[in-house]
C-alpha cells in the first residue's frame, strides 16, 4: 500500500506561482513513476505532467508546457510540480498519483497507468 499526501495549494493571482509537493510513504518511492492530474468542477480529471520512477524522462500536457516543471527526491519520497506563470484555467483539485510496473522511463499519461491516488490540493487562480 502506498500513501500519497498533497500539499501547497491556495489562491494565487494570475501570473503568479506555486508549488505543490506529494509525499510518498509505503512501498520503494524510487520504483514508480509519478504524475499530477487536475480535476476542474464539472470537468474531468485530467493528465497534467508525468516523471519517471528512474527521474530520467518527464511528460507534460499541452496546456502546462512551459509553465509546468515536474521533478522528484527519492531521498525525500516526494515529487514536486512548480507551477508558474498561472492562469485561471489552471484553477482546479490537484492530485498526485503513483505508478507501478512501468519502465525506467516511462511516463504513463493516463488514469489507468496508475495505481494510488492522493486525497487532492485545490489551486485556484484569480484573475
Known amino acids: 500500500q502506498v500513501q500519497l499526501v498533497e500539499s501547497g495549494g491556495g489562491l494565487v493571482q494570475a501570473g503568479g506561482s506555486l508549488r505543490l509537493s506529494c509525499a510518498a510513504s509505503?512501498?520503494?518511492?524510487?520504483?514508480?513513476?509519478m504524475g499530477w492530474f487536475r480535476q476542474a468542477p464539472g470537468k474531468e480529471r485530467e493528465f497534467v505532467a508525468a516523471?519517471?520512477?528512474?527521474?530520467?524522462?518527464?511528460y507534460y500536457a499541452d496546456s502546462v508546457k512551459g509553465r509546468f516543471t515536474i521533478s522528484r527526491d527519492n531521498a525525500k519520497n516526494t515529487v514536486y510540480l512548480q507551477m508558474n506563470s498561472l492562469k485561471p484555467e489552471d484553477t482546479a483539485v490537484y492530485y498526485c498519483?503513483?505508478?507501478?510496473?512501468?519502465?525506467?522511463?516511462?511516463?504513463?499519461?493516463?488514469?489507468?497507468?496508475?495505481?494510488?491516488w492522493g486525497q487532492g490540493t485545490q489551486v485556484t487562480v484569480s484573475s
Open positions: 516523471i519517471s520512477w528512474s527521474g530520467g524522462n518527464t
Open positions: 498519483a503513483a505508478g507501478f510496473g512501468h519502465s525506467a522511463l516511462g511516463v504513463p499519461r493516463t488514469k489507468e497507468g496508475y495505481d494510488y
Open positions: 509505503g512501498r520503494t518511492f524510487s520504483s514508480y513513476a
